[in-house]
Each structure stands twice: as structure tokens, then as C-alpha cells.
């Protein structure tokens, strides 16, 4: 039997079953076609952080995030290159706390940028502050060794 991996739209939010073998090469969403890799990160909203959250089987990495913060600005495209290399082993998403207060409540964010690693809606790592892509991506792998 193949191996499925449950991957939500970036789009649509819909819930797709793609065989793990074909992550690599994208897949479409079955609902509106789009593709459910497209090498950037999503802009998560508290309506659909749920879906993508505890919902898929790639792992989450939310940067969480507000337009008047200056190392916000600076990590901003640190996070769209770390999505074309990472995808489709992680997927990327951005939560602006300014926008959905609560969402950084609930996860208690006290300092941003703050980066937050999500697998199937539970927390397996974090880290605050401006990095660069290097370093992001050291700790993206240190941290998915966890799982």
C-alpha cells in the first residue's frame, strides 16, 4: 500500500491525499487545482492556521511576525528562500500577531520574529530573532530531527 501524506491547499485550505513519493514533484489541490507546493510561504489567518496546523502531515514552520518590526522585515526574505529550499519536506507560513492577536496568544509569543515548528498541531520547536538563511536552515533540520 503507498505511503499518503495529507497535504491542505495553500489556496483553498481543502485537505488533499497525496502518495509520499510524489511530494517532490508538487500535486494539485482535487477541489480548486492549484498546486499545493508553490515554494513560498502561506499568510496564515486565525480561520485557516487550524487546517494547516493539525490538519496536514508536512511539518509547519510559522514565522510569526508584525510589519512595524524591524527584524521582521529583515528575516521577511529569509522566510521566502527557506520556503523554495524547504518545500516540500516543510511548509512555511507566516501569522501576522498585529492582524490575529490571538494566535500569538495562544502560542505565547513574546518576542518576534518568532519561529514555531508545528507537527500535526503540536509544538516541537522554537526559536525568536532574526537569523539568516544558513542558520534557519541548521535549525530547521536540528529541529525536524525530533520528530
Keep these: 500500500m503507498t505511503d499518503i501524506v495529507h497535504v491542505p491547499c495553500p489556496h483553498c485550505s481543502t485537505l ?59 528575516m521577511a ?18 501569522v501576522d500577531t498585529e492582524a490575529d492577536p490571538e494566535l500569538a496568544q495562544r502560542f505565547a509569543i513574546r518576542s518576534i520574529p518568532s519561529l514555531v515548528l508545528i507537527h500535526k498541531g503540536r509544538e516541537i520547536a522554537r526559536t525568536a530573532g532574526a537569523m539568516p538563511l544558513p542558520a534557519l536552515l541548521r535549525w530547521t533540520d536540528h529541529a525536524l530531527g525530533q520528530l
Design 77 to 94: 526574505p529569509v522566510i521566502e528562500q527557506a520556503a523554495a529550499r524547504l518545500e516540500p519536506r516543510l511548509r512555511l507560513a507566516k
Design 16 to 74: 488533499n491525499r497525496v502518495p509520499r513519493e510524489k511530494l517532490s514533484s508538487g500535486g494539485k489541490c482535487g477541489r480548486c487545482g492549484s498546486r499545493l507546493f508553490e515554494g513560498k510561504p502561506l499568510h496564515l489567518t486565525a480561520a485557516t492556521f487550524d487546517r494547516h496546523a493539525a490538519s496536514g502531515d508536512v511539518p509547519l514552520l510559522v514565522d510569526f511576525w508584525a510589519a512595524w518590526c524591524g527584524p521582521c522585515r529583515t
